[in-house]
């Protein structure tokens, strides 16, 4: 159960000097998510991208990740080739969580994903990561599916093809039903 009043002094958390309370803070704030003044905090997130203080870009970049911000993805790719190699890889692994996907420092990997994809909601980007080449990205998108959803489908990111795409079928059920059949286009079912 939310309680409104709490969006505010959560928001202030965010900026807090010690990062485990940057952490909860993210986590908790991930749940008013569909709150009034739940956007205009993470557009404030997205400000500190650009501040001349590192920290604070890396610490936005982290909590961007955190909240699994698909619209924050375009502001954020160009920063995968930031000279600091700490920011960098700060945006790598945020882009890797929100996405589903895996382009590393590549750039043009990223835009061209995007280009290819900002249309679709995050489920779908998901759903595309269970069958990535690479088990991590396998394992990371299943989890982000159960982290989203609260479900599971017993999905194996090591097991044989036939198997996970058993398991692929079943998550792509449960998007047609709660996307209405709209798989492909935006939805705000389920889109966080």
């Known amino acids: 159960m939310n309680y409104p009043g709490a969006l ?39 400000e500190q991208l650009r501040v001349p203080v590192i920290e604070s870009r890396i610490a936005a970049v982290q909590l961007l990740g955190q909240l699994r911000d698909p619209a924050s993805v375009p ?17 790598v692994s945020a882009l890797t969580v929100i996405c589903g996907q895996e382009f590393g420092y590549d750039v043009p990997g ?47 990111p090591d097991a044989h093809d036939a198997e996970r795409e058993e398991k692929v079928r079943m998550w792509e059920s449960w998007w047609a039903h709660v996307s209405g059949g709209r798989a492909s286009g935006d939805s705000a079912a389920a889109t966080g």
């Open 8 to 46: 505010e002094p959560l928001a202030r958390r965010l900026y807090d000097t010690e990062p485990r309370n940057r952490h909860l803070a993210a986590d908790t704030l991930r749940g008013y998510a569909k709150e009034p003044g739940y956007q205009r905090i993470v557009a404030g997130l997205r």
């Open 75 to 91: 502001e954020l790719i160009p920063l995968a080739v930031a000279p600091e190699a700490e920011l960098a890889q700060a945006v």
């Open 110 to 156: 990223w835009s061209q994903w995007w280009r290819g994809n900002y249309n679709r909601p995050r489920p779908a980007w998901l759903l595309q990561g269970l069958r990535h080449p690479s088990v991590d990205m396998r394992r990371l998108a299943n989890y982000e599916l159960q982290l989203l959803t609260g479900m599971t489908t017993h999905y194996d």
